[in-house]
């Protein structure tokens, strides 16, 4: 499984902006779907966008107008830029790779996570 660790969260007032990068142990080349989830209190762990290994990216549509789902290959990492932030992205922010195919039947290895990264966006 991929190593990921997920960094930039943090405090913000509504209206502002974070960018999250999640940093993996292997190759981006190397994995095919990423993406990110989050997770509220008391909620369960949502989906905000995920980004083919060929640079597809979707989201969930009540978030596609803000939030930017990128691969930064050069820094081998999975960015999240998220913009004019609102109290109900308060979250914890996960980042998840794709388990790789392990044998000619298609079958992958687990999905990888991160610890996630808080976001707390104040009124």
């Known amino acids: 499984q991929v190593q990921l660790v997920e960094s930039g969260g943090g405090d913000v007032q509504a209206g502002g902006s974070l960018k999250l990068s999640c940093a993996a142990s292997?190759?981006?080349?190397?994995?095919?779907?990423m993406g990110w989830y989050r997770q509220a209190p008391g909620k369960e762990r949502e989906l905000v966008a995920t980004?083919?290994?060929?640079?597809?990216?979707k989201y969930v549509d009540s978030l596609k107008d803000r939030f930017t789902i990128s691969r930064d290959f050069a820094k081998n990492t999975l960015d999240l830029q998220m913009n004019n932030l609102r109290p109900e992205d308060t979250a914890v922010y996960y980042c998840?790779?794709?388990?790789?195919?392990?044998?000619?039947?298609?079958?992958?290895?687990?999905?990888?996570w991160g610890q996630g990264t808080q976001v707390t966006v104040s009124s």
């Open positions: 998840y790779a794709q388990g790789r195919v392990i044998n000619v039947e298609g079958a992958r290895e687990p999905d990888s």
């Open positions: 292997r190759s981006l080349w190397r994995i095919d779907e």
């Open positions: 980004i083919s290994s060929g640079g597809s990216s």
